[in-house]
């Protein structure tokens, strides 16, 4: 059974860092871009950065240059250091995964279940 199985959120202090890791298992044939999202209460789920397999990243505005999202493609892997936390980053975190589980399979939008991160004093 494929999963995408995050960890690392929390509770943290305006100026905190924190370092979310996400990965997948399961039957998989490639993993193309991964990614983080998040949704706040009474919000959409909105994109916080991108990776492509190549390493090419992409960035919400609002947390250009405090997060960085950085993967391991030898443990599926992504993750995402978040430094200088404000309490408007305080939401739901999911990571995404765009893959194949067969050589010739559809590519499929798989997510986490989601962890909380709470910016906080």
């Known amino acids: 059974q494929l999963q995408l199985v995050e960890s690392g959120g929390g509770l943290v202090q305006p100026g905190g860092s924190l370092r979310l890791s996400c990965a997948a298992s399961?039957?998989?044939?490639?993993?193309?871009?991964m990614g983080w999202y998040r949704q706040a209460p009474g919000k959409e789920r909105e994109l916080v950065a991108s990776?492509?397999?190549?390493?090419?990243?992409n960035y919400a505005d609002s947390v250009k240059g405090r997060f960085t999202i950085s993967r391991d493609n030898s443990k599926n892997t992504v993750y995402l250091q978040m430094n200088s936390l404000k309490p408007e980053d305080t939401a739901v975190y999911y990571c995404?995964?765009?893959?194949?589980?067969?050589?010739?399979?559809?590519?499929?939008?798989?997510w986490g279940q989601g962890t909380q991160v709470t910016v906080s004093s």
């Open positions: 399961g039957s998989i044939f490639s993993i193309y871009d």
């Open positions: 990776i492509a397999s190549g390493g090419r990243s």
């Open positions: 995404n995964a765009d893959l194949v589980t067969t050589r010739y399979g559809l590519l499929r939008h798989y």
